[in-house]
C-alpha cells in the first residue's frame, strides 16, 4: 500500500500534463478605444463582417484569417462588456483593414458594404486589435 501513492501521484501528473500545449494564438491583446477612433471613411483594404457564431468570437475569426495569411493590419469590434445607452443592443461587428484587398475575404463571410457600420451611439467604447507586419518568411 505504501507504493501505491507515489504511482498515483505519478498517474495523476502524468495524465494532466500528458496533453500537448494549444498553438499560442497570434491574435494581440485587444486596447479599448472610444468609437471615434474607429475609422470613418473605408477604401477597398476594409472588409466587414456583421453576426457570427458566439463561441467563436472575433478573435477567433481573427486567428482563423492569421491561418489563411490574411495579412491585418488592424481590427475593430465594439467591446460587448461596456454598457452603452441601448441597453439590449448589442451588435456583433468586424471591422478588419487588410495590407492590400484580398477577394478571399468575400468567401469567408465578409463584405465591402460599410452600409450597415454601426454609429457608436450604442456602442462607444471599441476593442481595437493592432497586427504587426509580416516578414518575407511569413513570421511575424
Not at 463561441?55 to 465594439?78: C, H, K, N, T, Y
Not at 465578409?110 to 516578414?135: K, M
Request: with cysteine; proline share 10%.
Amino acid at each position: 500500500m505504501r507504493g501505491f501513492l507515489p504511482v498515483l501521484v505519478l498517474c495523476v501528473v502524468v495524465i494532466s500534463c500528458g496533453g500537448t500545449a494549444p498553438e499560442p494564438s497570434g491574435v494581440p491583446a485587444p486596447q479599448e478605444v472610444p468609437f471615434g477612433d474607429v475609422p470613418q471613411s473605408f477604401d477597398q483594404t476594409f472588409y466587414f463582417m456583421y453576426g457570427w457564431d458566439e463561441q467563436e468570437g472575433p478573435e477567433g475569426i481573427l486567428d482563423m484569417l492569421l491561418s489563411q495569411e490574411v495579412e491585418i493590419r488592424r481590427a475593430w469590434v465594439p467591446d460587448s462588456d461596456q454598457p452603452g445607452p441601448c441597453l439590449m443592443l448589442q451588435l456583433t461587428q468586424l471591422i478588419i483593414e487588410v495590407r492590400r484587398p484580398d477577394p478571399r475575404l468575400l468567401d469567408l463571410g465578409f463584405t465591402q458594404d460599410a452600409g450597415s457600420v454601426h454609429l457608436g451611439v450604442c456602442n462607444p467604447i471599441w476593442l481595437e486589435y493592432r497586427f504587426g507586419r509580416l516578414n518575407d518568411r511569413g513570421h511575424r
